[in-house]
């Protein structure tokens, strides 16, 4: 699964030196990898999730590597990995959950391609691993529970449900377990 190759070219690709919410931007990227790969999410996933932010996002604007070298990133982790990377760094992070009603009814479902300006159609496994990514990407980089706003623990607490059924039962269970040790620091 992840090899020593992969954590070179992190390193060479300068993600030690990048600062990120919690520590760096390797640590982070290892960590989704490790949540990923502990809720039992086969190899092209995992290794998505190691290298999912390299090419920047909607929120993380630092680039590590530019677009111009996708091929390179698709010899090392695969072609289904490296999409997974390219549609999660390219995309409004808020489409993904715009889907909800798409995925219960199997109606079309879209992204929002924030780099083009331009929706774009993605089949239900795409969605469902890209959703378990963000899911990974947002519990590494969550404070810890007692540190919690109220106004993201609604938004959670609103999610987990909907997650249910989609994403792993495993990264399910995560999110409801870092919701409700959220729930119990704010009420003490």
Known sequence: MIQ?????LLIELGTEDVQHEKGSFFDHLKG???????????????????????YGTQNF????????RREKIAAMISDEGENLVYLFCICDRRTFFANFAALATHGPLVIFDEENQKNLSVDRPTLVKLMELEMANLLDQAPVPSQLNETTLAIMKGIAPCLKGVISD???????????????????
């Open 170 to 188: 495993n990264a399910a269970a995560a999110i409801a377990d870092y919701v409700a040790l959220a729930q119990s620091a704010v009420a003490q």
């Open 4 to 8: 020593q190759k992969h954590i070179d």
């Open 32 to 54: 989704v990898a490790k949540l990923l790969q502990d809720w039992g999410n086969g190899e092209a996933v995992c290794l998505a999730g190691l290298f999912h932010s390299i």
């Open 61 to 68: 604007r630092q680039q590590t590597i530019s677009y111009e």
